[in-house]
């Protein structure tokens, strides 16, 4: 069997070592501490736009949050995009909400904006004026950021943006992550930097954040004795992750070019493939950073996105279809979907190849001939 090659493998740069053996010198080994407290302070600079930021224990923690924060309970209404991870709708459930789900639009295969306003204006005809809005950067790509908060903008409804898949992408010279009332981050260990699992909530409303860690740490009341009068949540991150992710922030940028470079070398070797298409940025305000590097098979050459994955697989390879929408999940089932099959569409025949920054020249040779050979084998056979 050969060695595995991972879809996307956590890629230490080195420095982390010496904040974690900060933290075990000093016994921070906490939910607090230095760590989390620069940790915080290094996205804020880097992502800018006056945004404040709370290290929590994951991205799902901080979406829950944010719901809360905006006032979501039970009864009430949130769009969501459909083509994402679970983590994107299940707080909403979380909080006795219903998930209103919305279709890609084909472009960045996120949110359409035309089925978005569609959505809200038949909600609000009903009777249910939507909470808020969760907008995915599929992959890393930017969502059409620009109609979406216009919209938003018009119904008066906020906008949190999951860009758990997508630090280090900008639309229009901005970081993802700043466009919305709130956003998220995540640091899982599959992510373009990792703190081994771990998430953020961003914002420019610093009032928003300093209740996010309220709440994160059990919302405990200031007296000397335990006192607490909302409900809270154990969702900090630790000083010890905090620590690993301080070290993964100075090789950010070098992991994002890496990951752009195994996508420029997928596209350079299959872009006269008919049969394959590329997950492309629309335009130069488009910069995503190809945290997944996805194709779409076109199952009529002979060639299925699951011949592909079967025979990666095959040679110990792990490759992802994309995200199954959630409107197809059995348990949201019974959730209001808006939209045209675009998502399905994509679901059916969209393929993750393995993307991470660690990715040695020879195992992204030994991808490319497999797909190369699933291909030729077809064609010798017709």
């Known amino acids: ?59 799902t923690a901080a979406l829950h949050l944010a719901l809360i924060i905006l006032g979501v309970k039970a009864g009430d209404e949130v769009i969501c995009q459909s083509m994402t991870f679970s983590a994107s709708a299940n707080p909403i459930a979380y909080q006795g909400a219903t ?38 950067h599929l992959y890393g790509m930017p969502a059409e950021m620009d109609r979406i908060m216009e919209i938003a903008n018009k119904y008066e409804i906020s906008v949190l943006e999951d860009a758990a898949e997508a630090l280090g992408s900008s639309y229009k ?8 009332s709130m956003s998220i981050l995540s640091f899982n260990g599959n992510k373009i930097i990792t703190t081994s699992g771990g998430g953020a909530l961003v914002s420019t409303n610093e009032e928003w954040i300093k209740k996010a860690r309220f709440l994160a740490t059990q919302a405990r009341d200031n007296a000397p004795h335990y006192q607490h009068s909302h409900i809270g949540y154990n969702y ?13 922030m100075e090789v950010l940028q070098e992991r994002v070019q890496q990951r752009r470079s195994n996508f420029d070398r997928y596209k350079a070797v299959f872009d006269t493939n008919e049969a394959i298409s590329f997950h492309e940025e629309v335009s130069a305000e488009y ?3 190809r945290w997944l590097s996805t194709v779409l098979v076109d199952e009529e050459s002979g ?9 990666l697989e095959k040679q110990n ?26 998502s399905e569409k994509l679901f059916r025949d969209g393929l ?3 993307s991470g920054s660690n990715l040695q020249p020879e195992e992204i040779e030994s991808v490319i001939d497999i797909i190369s050979t699933c291909f030729s084998d077809v064609s010798q056979t017709t």
């Open 317 to 342: 390879i792990e490759s992802r279809p994309l995200w199954k929408p959630m409107h197809l999940q059995p348990v949201f089932e019974d959730a209001p979907f808006y939209g045209d099959g675009t």
């Open 352 to 354: 993750c190849l393995p």
């Open 173 to 180: 010279g901005r970081p993802l992550g700043t466009f919305g």
């Open 303 to 311: 060639v299925s996105r699951e011949d592909i994955r079967l025979a």
């Open 236 to 248: 900090r991150m630790s000083n010890i992750c905090a620590g690993i992710g301080r070290g993964q």
């Open 287 to 289: 910069y995503s950073n």
């Open 1 to 59: 069997m050969n060695n595995k090659i991972w879809l996307s493998s956590p890629h230490m740069g080195g420095a982390e070592e010496k904040y974690v053996k900060e933290a075990f010198d000093t016994n921070w080994i906490a939910p607090l501490g230095p760590n989390v407290d620069g940790f915080e302070k290094d996205l804020e600079s880097y992502l800018g736009n006056g945004v404040h930021v709370a290290a929590l224990s994951s991205g």
């Open 99 to 136: 998930p209103v789900f919305v279709d890609s639009e084909e472009r960045t295969w996120n949110m359409s904006p035309e089925y978005l306003e569609e959505a809200i204006v038949d909600r609000i005809s009903k009777g249910n004026k939507p909470k808020a809005i969760i907008v995915v």
